[in-house]
T-cell receptor, first 114, second 112 residues
Framework: DGGITQSPKYLFRKEGQNVTLSCEQN?????MYWYRQDPGQGLRLIYY???????QKGDIAEGYSVSREKKESFPLTVTSAQKNPTAFYLC?????????????FGPGTRLTVL | DQQVKQNSPSLSVQEGRISILNCDYT??????FLWYKKYPAEGPTFLIS?????DKNEDGRFTVFLNKSAKHLSLHIVPSQPGDSAVYFC???????????FGAGTRLTVKP
């Protein structure tokens, strides 16, 4: 049963702490993406990776970091440098980075910084 | 800057009637458009798409219309069913998936 898993579903952290959000896919997709969703706004791209060991900044990469050591995994670290980290985070993957390949999304992680 | 806009945050229709969700975009370089559907506590799932060489694409009860001159697309659901109640996101992209831009979503409620 292929898909994308994100854990945890809800995450609470104190201000100033780094936190890592997990994203795993077993779809054998080359490309993976991290998006952030805030109320009343569309999904905004944080980072993307077209292939293992490669990743690029999206529109709002400041305060975030990623790694892509394995094809299946694309964890996102929200650092203390991110000014407003409370948001809903979605991970996605696609066969490759080209258009006409739909993106498959995970269920998301809601991060709340107290 | 919001290159893809869904100006109606919510829409309510009666079961069996038509639902029309609208989306406007500003970037003339977009040439592929998608609609995603999202249920609570789940990630968005792909619903239907259209490329800029077409003005209509149909899949069962779902039809997407594209008006390139107006930079406008719409999703028609006929007939609407209670199970269609969800948030619908419009998305647009050029050559690469990493350039995809999403609208803020429209919450559709279909009343029995």
């Amino acid at each position: 049963d292929g898909g994308i898993t994100q854990s945890p579903k809800y995450l609470f952290r104190k201000e100033g702490q780094n936190v890592t959000l997990s994203c795993e896919q077993n779809l054998n997709h080359d490309a993976m993406y991290w998006y952030r969703q805030d109320p009343g706004q569309g999904l905004r791209l944080i980072y993307y990776s077209q292939i293992v060991n490669d990743f690029q900044k999206g529109d709002i990469a400041e305060g975030y970091s990623v790694s892509r050591e394995k094809k299946e995994s694309f964890p996102l670290t929200v650092t203390s440098a991110q000014k407003n980290p409370t948001a809903f985070y979605l991970c996605a993957s696609s066969i490759d980075h080209r258009t006409y390949n739909e993106q498959f999304f995970g269920p998301g992680t809601r991060l709340t910084v107290l | 800057d919001q290159q893809v806009k869904q100006n109606s945050p919510s829409l309510s229709v009666q079961e069996g009637r038509i639902s029309i969700l609208n989306c406007d975009y500003t970037n003339s370089m977009f040439d592929y458009f998608l609609w995603y559907k999202k249920y609570p506590a789940e990630g968005p799932t792909f619903l239907i798409s259209i490329s800029s060489i077409k003005d209509k694409n149909e899949d069962g009860r779902f039809t997407v219309f594209l008006n390139k001159s107006a930079k406008h697309l719409s999703l028609h659901i006929v007939p609407s069913q209670p199970g269609d109640s969800a948030v619908y996101f419009c998305a647009a992209t050029g050559y690469n998936n990493n350039d995809m831009r999403f609208g803020a979503g429209t919450r559709l409620t279909v009343k029995p």
